[in-house]
């Protein structure tokens, strides 16, 4: 989609389709025309400008525009950068919805609501951006078009002062588009050897250096625990490893993504309602993958490095069982309490692996990891584990930033008891079924111990059962608007 900024005479100008955000209690524009068509607009009395109220006028008098789309943003003081991003996607599904090709936006004028002009900018954008994402590979006959082009109207300073946002904006929401494709994509079509290689294409469009360890490979340097999950799929464990590495870059940053294409449990097999979606398990790959390749068009001064894990968790005979007990990279032997814990194996080899191979000063993972940190925080909010309070803060602060929210949740040592293990070093599972999500970011911790490192339990948001304003049922590409914000916080 082309994106821009824009100036433009409302009163002259010949625009077929004008989407402009109303709020409720107070005026957000300055433009004399619009004002004049919003005080007779409100006196039909069936638009006040409520949040999400929308209504459309056709070729109203005294503009020369084919249609008006008013979007309510509601009380002007609950107004904040996600009521934008949601009128803006909102605004998109209706002009995609009438078979549209583009619109344009009138921006509120800056100064009317508390947000800085790039972030209400920004906001706009990304909920432009972020809507027009449709996820219709799989359907035989597109009913929906995507939108080509949408323009924001803004005063006309304001074009040039901030005339690289679009792109930035459009580079970032690509990025979250190509993790939801991965997401939304079934699991007979990415299976380990499968979605590797869609990373690894990806990656080459941006020059982005990318490896895979086959399994040969995998079995000479050790990765037992890897290894052993992928032991009951037909389709090969790997592990792909990407490196951004610009001139100048004085710190490491390493993320690492769990890449489970998908769970069924292994043989402590899920019941059928808990395989519904089970397809998602790659969400922390596809998310830092996305990053990865988004980082390399934006070129921030950090080298980064990604590790991911990925495996086909299925029973076979030639599967894993509870009990076994499994040397990991580290050198920590693990018994496997319960095969559906997965995610840990996997996980704290990449994590070791990454931190032995190139010691980075920070270590980041992206992980579907429990049922139970959706327990706690619901469908929408991501936990966020680590003892460094600097790192931690600044995930949360990102979170905020990108509404791709994030709770910190507590990591008490105490409870390291509950993953003692009678034969091996330690258990993958708790011997309590409480306080799930802490447990397994506790066994990942014992896997980290050079680097700063904080654990992302995205279970909750990576998935979207029902589509909501910028973002359809599926994959929600949660994490990688998160991981770009992140960087820059540690560049
Ligand atoms: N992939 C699941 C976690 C999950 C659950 C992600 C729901 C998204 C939605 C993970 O591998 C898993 O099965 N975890 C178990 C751990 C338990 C066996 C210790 C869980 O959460 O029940
Ligand atoms: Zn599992
Ligand atoms: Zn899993």
């Known amino acids: 989609m082309v994106l821009a900024l824009a100036c433009a005479d409302i009163g002259t100008a010949s625009i077929e389709t004008l989407v402009v955000p109303v709020c409720a209690d107070k005026r957000i524009h300055t433009d004399r025309t619009i004002l004049a068509f919003l005080q007779t607009a409100k006196k039909l009395n069936e638009f006040s400008g409520e949040k999400n109220e929308e209504i459309i006028f056709y070729k109203p008098s005294g503009l020369k525009m084919k249609r008006v789309i008013l979007e309510g943003l509601g009380k002007h003081d609950r107004i904040d950068a996600e009521t934008l991003r949601a009128m803006a996607g909102k605004a998109v599904k209706r002009c995609i919805q009438l078979k549209l090709e583009a619109f344009h936006m009138m921006a509120p004028a800056f100064q009317s609501i508390k947000l800085d002009p790039p972030l209400m900018l920004s906001a706009l954008m990304e909920g432009i951006c972020l809507g027009n994402h449709l996820f219709d590979k799989y359907l035989e006959e597109k009913k929906q078009k995507p939108l080509k082009t949408v323009r924001l109207l803004v005063e006309a300073a304001a074009v040039q002062t901030y005339g690289r946002l679009p792109q930035r904006i459009e580079t970032v929401c690509a990025g979250t588009a190509l993790a939801r494709d991965w997401v939304s994509m079934p699991p007979n079509d990415k299976r380990p050897e499968q979605f590797a290689r869609l990373i690894v294409s990806q990656a080459r469009k941006v020059k982005l250096p990318v490896r895979i360890l086959s399994e040969a490979e995998m079995r000479r340097k050790g990765f037992g625990a890897l290894l052993a999950v992928g032991a009951g799929s037909r389709s090969r464990p790997r592990m792909v490893i990407m490196e951004y590495k610009p001139n100048g870059a004085r710190k490491t940053i390493a993320f690492v993504g769990k890449g489970v294409t998908f769970d069924s449990g292994g043989i402590n097999l899920k019941p059928s309602a808990s395989l519904d979606d089970m397809k998602m398990d790659m969400s922390g790959a596809a998310a830092v993958a996305a990053a990865l390749i988004t980082l390399a068009r934006l070129k921030p001064k950090i080298h980064v490095i990604a590790a991911l894990p990925i495996v086909e968790n299925m029973p076979s005979g030639s599967a894993s069982r509870p009990g ?27 994590m070791a692996y990454i931190c032995r191979t190139y010691k980075p000063q920070t270590l980041v993972d992206l992980a579907t990891l429990t049922g139970a940190c959706v327990v706690a925080l619901g469908e929408k909010i991501a936990g966020v584990f680590s003892e460094d309070d600097d790192l931690a803060e600044a995930i949360v602060a ?22 003692k293990s009678d034969f091996a070093d330690i258990s993958n599972m708790g011997s309590t079924r409480w306080g799930g999500a802490i447990t397994a970011a506790l066994f990942l911790s014992e896997f980290v111990k050079e680097a700063r490192w904080a654990h992302i339990d995205i279970a909750g948001p990576a998935y979207a059962k029902k589509g909501e304003a910028y973002c359809d049922a599926g994959g929600t590409g949660f994490g990688v608007r998160l991981l770009c914000d992140l960087v820059d916080r540690l560049k």
């Open 398 to 419: 990102s979170g905020q930033k990108t509404h791709e929210r994030c709770w910190r949740m507590p990591l008490p040592q105490d409870y390291k008891e509950q993953l």
């Open 324 to 350: 076994d007990i499994i040397k990991s990279y580290s050198g920590k032997t693990i018994e496997i309490g319960n095969t559906d814990a997965e995610g840990r194996l996997i996980l704290v080899d990449a």
